[in-house]
């Protein structure tokens, strides 16, 4: 249920806040099972928030602009007084002893909070399959994965078991399982929103963002979680414009740039392809200009992250070593032999796989020919959107090169899952919002994604374009139902 269908029944007064939110739990009890995308619920928790929302109602006074919206955040951002896990044996048993920004920030502005949603442990994976607590499944196929690592907050939403939910965005973690489960996916600008009690993955990279059922929920949320944080020093001390307000401008002339390379890679499913140049089309009936640009890096995007985020996971996981929190092992005769056990069975496969690839990318004689060398890339491909964004507004790709993928596809093929990745990432590199919204299904019958990239702090011309493309999608199927 988006924003806007919660507040009519509030507004109705048919429904109370509370009984809204205890239907959500029941529809959680019913279907959830089956998807697996919660890691834990807080029902007690929320019933008492949405009884003091309802309370307020019943006082008449000024509702907080997210009152009784009900939220599930991902569970690698800490919420105090509940287990945040990463979906790993490591951390299987932290309790966050604070609040993070994000969180804190929806709290007060009255939304609700249903629990905490499963991920790729650590945040490492695009499918949801390398969880402690089980693989989520894809509400419009449960034989296929919802994407990753933010697969749990992406179905959660799809299957209508909460109004929105928060994720992380390392690499496409937002927008892929956007795209996989057919909702709406958003990556604010690097440094936007604050990242303090994000548990890090790739410190350069990660970014929170929500996903929701609407563009307009998304620029409402964002509008919520975005500015300035004491206690983060790479969150960006820049005005906070009301994302809402530019929401419904037209968008006649404005100019959007077709990334050459992405329509070329010979890993774009045809369906997908054809898929989004029906958007394209959808966008020049709506007055945009459309105009082919190169970004010739583009597609080293993929390699480049591969070297830089594991470099970073390395540096950031040194932290668990199972003496002051986390999973510790019971075996290991001295300190050095504890800390080797107790990561080696805390960890999983793929976080493994990560640290191991990160270590030997920064040892002494390779940081030069790996480390070094991707960071000079990273830089040639912020130079090409650079380039791209003096010629138009923003930029559109697909967003996955295929829709959702069955469960166990790529188990043994960790490459191959790494190239779903190949379309988002260059915007974590570059530090650039992006926005994944639904355009089409295949013959399959699943959800097709379309990306949007806007310049640094340009998220309301992205917003903007995805809510009118949106909006001319619901009129479109109007006239189909009539």
């Avoid at 007084?81 to 804190?104: D, H, I, N, Q, R």
């Avoid at 945040?123 to 296929?144: K, L, Y």
């Avoid at 166990?408 to 570059?430: E, H, I, K, R």
Wanted: net charge neutral; with cysteine.
């Amino acid at each position: 249920m988006n924003f806007k269908l919660f507040r009519n029944e509030i507004n109705s007064r048919n429904f109370s806040v509370k009984e809204l939110v205890n239907d959500i739990f029941l529809k959680i009890d019913s279907k959830d099972p089956q998807i697996n995308s919660y890691i834990r619920t807080t029902k007690e928790n929320a019933l008492l928030q949405a009884e003091n929302i309802d309370k307020i109602i019943q006082r008449k006074e000024v509702l907080p602009p997210l009152a009784g919206i009900p939220i599930a955040i991902k569970d690698n951002i800490c919420t105090k007084g509940v287990e945040t896990t990463c979906a790993s044996k490591m951390l299987k048993s932290f309790v966050a002893p604070y609040e993070s920004t994000v969180s804190s920030k929806l709290w007060s502005s009255g939304a609700i909070c249903l629990g905490k949603t499963n991920l790729d442990e650590f945040a490492m994976g695009s499918s949801t399959e390398t969880s402690v607590f089980g693989v989520t499944s894809n509400p419009w196929d449960i034989n296929r994965v919802p994407g990753g690592s933010s697969g749990g907050s992406a179905a959660s939403v799809a299957a209508g078991l909460c109004s929105a939910a928060i994720g992380s965005d390392t690499g496409g973690s937002i927008r892929q399982p956007a795209s996989f489960c057919g909702v709406v996916g958003l990556k604010p600008t690097y440094g936007r929103v604050s990242r303090w009690g994000l548990i890090a993955f790739a410190s350069s990279l990660d970014q929170i963002g929500p996903i929701t059922n609407t563009v307009s929920d998304a620029a409402e949320i964002l509008n919520i979680i975005s500015g300035k944080d004491r206690f983060d020093s790479t969150c960006l001390d820049k005005p906070v414009p009301n994302y809402l307000t530019d929401l419904n401008k037209s968008i006649k002339h404005l100019k959007i740039g077709i990334i050459k390379e992405c329509f070329e890679h010979p890993g774009l499913n045809p369906e997908v392809r054809e898929s989004v140049l029906a958007g394209v089309k959808r966008f020049i009936n709506l007055g945009a200009e459309i105009l082919e640009v190169e970004c010739p890096r583009f597609n080293d995007g993929i390699a480049t992250y591969y070297v830089i985020a594991p470099s970073e996971a390395s540096a950031n996981l040194a932290r668990y070593d199972g003496v002051k929190y986390g999973y510790r092992s019971k075996e290991g005769s001295n300190l050095i032999d504890m800390t080797s056990k107790s990561r080696a069975e805390g960890f999983g496969d793929e976080v493994q796989r990560r640290i191991l690839i990160g270590t030997y990318a920064l040892s002494a004689g390779y940081a030069d020919a790996y480390y070094k060398k991707a960071q000079k890339v990273r830089t040639l491909i912020r130079k090409d959107f650079d380039d791209a964004f003096k010629k138009v507004d923003i930029l559109l790709t697909p967003t996955c090169p295929t829709t959702a993928f069955l469960k166990g596809d790529f188990v043994n093929d960790p490459l191959s899952m790494y190239l779903s990745d190949l379309l988002t990432v260059p915007a974590n590199l570059a530090g650039l919002p992006a926005i994944s919204i639904p355009c089409g299904f295949d013959t399959k019958g699943l959800p097709i994604g379309l990306q949007l990239i806007g310049n640094v702090l340009e998220e309301n011309k992205i917003l903007n374009a995805a809510n009118i493309f949106e909006l001319d999608a619901q009129v479109i199927k109007n006239r189909t139902l009539k």
